[in-house]
């Protein structure tokens, strides 16, 4: 009798609030929506720096005629210095950074640049002479890359090294942005969602005041009296969390797994599995919403 009292009251107070209602699941479904995104777009970022580090080459360019680097003043490096870099790289002081090491020929660097500028002006005025000899080096662990970078810099014969993790730094950075500024949005949306179901509760328990002064007077406890609403935001909160993780499963199934992976597939994309595995989250983040803004709000306005 009194589960399905407190039932009754519920939906009750739902259908009474039913605008409020249906404002408190939107809100909640889109500001759980952007913490999804930002938490499967970190989930993406981790991937694509497990992905691409572990491809991560450090690349020693030696010099080529009429370099204006200091380094380089001496003229193109010389077949001895060319040697010295590659003993350098195998040795055993190395062995700890380096897991392995490709020599890069003029000719090689020709052929690449043929394959890479094919059926462009550049491809056909530029020769084996003017292309530069340079070292490729996978490291043991991309992390270290600085160690080895730093030991190359300098050298005699070497003009420059390129750290190709420089290159992907930016996009990471943009990345990262991109999820705190999700973060911040979905920061400013919840709050939203908690003045929203802390005004639903307030309604519900002023339009049943009177209902709940003669409850507490045939001595019915606080649990009892304000359970009713504590369900009501619940409630509210979990159908907004069902359609976030509901639309963050479908927009990842159809935009990412069905559209972008089959593109791209040297990629690795967060997949559908993902969202299953933060929807829980999201669930217990709706739950803590209803829950803070009950204790918010019940002490006060169901006092009689």
Same mark, same amino acid.
């Given at each position: 009798?009194?589960?399905?009292? +407190?039932?009754?009251?519920?939906?009750?107070?739902?259908?009474?609030?039913?605008?409020?209602?249906?404002? #408190?699941?939107?809100?909640?479904?889109?500001?759980?929506?952007? #913490?999804?995104?930002?938490?499967?777009?970190?989930?993406?970022?981790?991937?694509?720096?497990?992905?691409?580090?572990?491809?991560?080459?450090? @690349?020693?360019f030696m010099c080529p005629e009429n370099s204006s680097t200091?380094?380089?003043?001496?003229?193109?490096?010389?077949?001895?210095?060319?040697?010295?870099?590659?003993?350098?790289?195998?040795?055993?002081?190395?062995?700890?950074?380096?897991?392995?090491?490709?020599?890069?020929?003029?000719?090689?660097?020709?052929?690449?640049?043929?394959?890479?500028?094919?059926?462009?002006v550049w491809a056909q005025t530029v020769t084996v002479d003017?292309?530069?000899?340079?070292?490729?080096?996978?490291?043991?662990?991309?992390?270290?890359?600085?160690?080895?970078?730093?030991?190359?810099?300098?050298?005699?014969?070497?003009?420059?090294?390129?750290?190709?993790?420089?290159?992907?730094?930016?996009?990471?950075? +943009?990345?990262?942005?991109?999820?705190?500024?999700?973060?911040?949005?979905?920061? #400013?949306?919840?709050?939203?969602?908690?003045?929203?179901?802390?005004?639903?509760?307030?309604?519900?328990?002023?339009?049943?005041?009177?209902?709940?002064?003669?409850?507490?007077?045939?001595?019915?406890?606080?649990?009892?009296?304000?359970?009713?609403?504590?369900?009501?935001?619940?409630?509210?909160?979990?159908?907004?969390?069902?359609?976030?993780?509901?639309?963050?499963?479908?927009?990842?199934?159809?935009?990412?797994?069905?559209?972008?992976?089959? @593109?791209?597939?040297?990629?690795?994309?967060?997949?559908?599995?993902?969202?299953?595995?933060?929807?829980?989250?999201?669930?217990?983040?709706?739950?803590?919403?209803?829950?803070?803004? @009950?204790?918010?709000?019940?002490?006060?306005?169901?006092?009689?």
């Amino acid at each position: 009798m009194r589960l399905r009292f +407190i039932l009754s009251q519920t939906f009750q107070g739902l259908s009474r609030n039913l605008a409020m209602s249906i404002s #408190v699941a939107l809100v909640t479904f889109v500001s759980l929506t952007f #913490v999804g995104a930002a938490a499967l777009l970190q989930i993406q970022i981790e991937n694509l720096k497990t992905d691409w580090y572990d491809r991560v080459e450090v @690349s020693a360019f030696m010099c080529p005629e009429n370099s204006s680097t200091p380094n380089c003043a001496a003229g193109e490096a010389t077949q001895e210095q060319i040697d010295e870099i590659g003993a350098l790289l195998e040795s055993e002081a190395m062995a700890p950074y380096v897991e392995e090491v490709y020599l890069e020929t003029k000719e090689d660097a020709y052929e690449a640049f043929q394959e890479q500028m094919e059926d462009t002006v550049w491809a056909q005025t530029v020769t084996v002479d003017q292309m530069q000899v340079s070292y490729r080096v996978k490291l043991v662990d991309p992390e270290q890359y600085q160690i080895v970078a730093d030991e190359l810099t300098g050298r005699p014969g070497v003009e420059v090294v390129v750290d190709q993790r420089e290159q992907l730094e930016p996009l990471f950075l +943009i990345l990262n942005r991109a999820t705190l500024l999700s973060v911040g949005l979905a920061g #400013v949306m919840i709050v939203t969602a908690v003045l929203l179901i802390t005004t639903t509760i307030r309604l519900s328990a002023m339009s049943r005041r009177r209902e709940t002064g003669i409850m507490r007077l045939v001595g019915a406890s606080n649990l009892f009296i304000q359970l009713p609403f504590m369900l009501e935001g619940a409630v509210a909160a979990l159908a907004g969390a069902a359609l976030a993780a509901g639309g963050l499963y479908l927009g990842v199934q159809y935009l990412v797994e069905d559209w972008l992976a089959t @593109s791209t597939p040297w990629v690795q994309f967060v997949n559908t599995g993902d969202v299953l595995t933060i929807a829980p989250f999201l669930v217990l983040a709706a739950i803590l919403l209803a829950g803070i803004s @009950s204790i918010v709000t019940l002490g006060r306005y169901t006092k009689v």
